[in-house]
């Protein structure tokens, strides 16, 4: 893309919202992405703007001699190979605070869905199956006294807990780099108590070699009867098969899966699963957040091409 504005479009916020982020980059005949077009559109590029679902990886810094910068449109940034594009000497740069605090309420949309039940009853209602009020309808869980516990004390992760508070939950929050230091009346504790404790857990950590399966049968076998996973972080930190099992089995009280480990595709026995929310990765999806987030990517484009340091730049995890 080039970092001019196009002719005759107002503003780069209008020019964003209305026409570039929303168009993959190059589509084959039946409007599906085509890799092999893209890198053939690469050739010129100085600059890329990326989604998340756009594989940047060593192929494809080849197949763009020119480029100098990569902007993902994304706080997540698994999907680029940041120590291939360094070594190129490609800046990369990400999407960080803009959408905290969306994706904060969109994760407190599933929790409240899962432990009310939500999901069931609104199909309940649609199917014509509802046949009156009873008391033992749908009953869920209740929040108040119970224990969140956050997987990755970010910024996202802090935002989520201190909407905890309102519903009077206890927060405990673990990582797997070490032991989280006490904050806002969030206690840090190992992932093993955390597994063991909390009534419900959320994902907040990024996709590394290290949380890649973080959630599989193991951990999800240590965790309490009836607890509520909720994952608006990346699919691949959940073994798929093994939630699924876990969920057919009835050992949890359910899952809000906002993220999926090979999305479009979902895990069939998800589809399936009881007293699950799946949702397409709607975390940040707000009209405010997406053009902040495209206007970051922006900036890191004109930083870059204008010989400044960008001010979302990410480095080569340590
Ligand atoms: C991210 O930014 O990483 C989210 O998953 C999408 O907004």
Known sequence: MTSRLPEGAPSWRGWIA????????????EGRFDRAAWLAELGTADALVCLLGDRVDAEVLAAAPRLRVVANYAVGYDNVDVAAATARGVVVANTPDVLTEATADFTWALLLACARRLGEGERLVRDGAW???????????????ATLGIVGLGRIGRAVARRAAAFGMAVIAADTRGVPADVDGVRGCTLDELWARADVISLHCPLTPATRGL????TLGRMRPGAIVINTARGGCIDEAALADALHAGRLGGAGLDVFAAEPAIHPRLLTAPRTILAPHLGSATTRTRVAMAELCISAVRDVLAGREPANQVRVRA
């Open 18 to 29: 209305d026409h570039a982020l929303c168009e993959p980059p190059a589509l084959d005949g």
């Open 131 to 145: 046949h009156g009020w009873t008391p033992t309808l749908l009953l869920g869980a209740e929040l108040a006294g």
């Open 215 to 218: 959630i599989d049968a193991a």
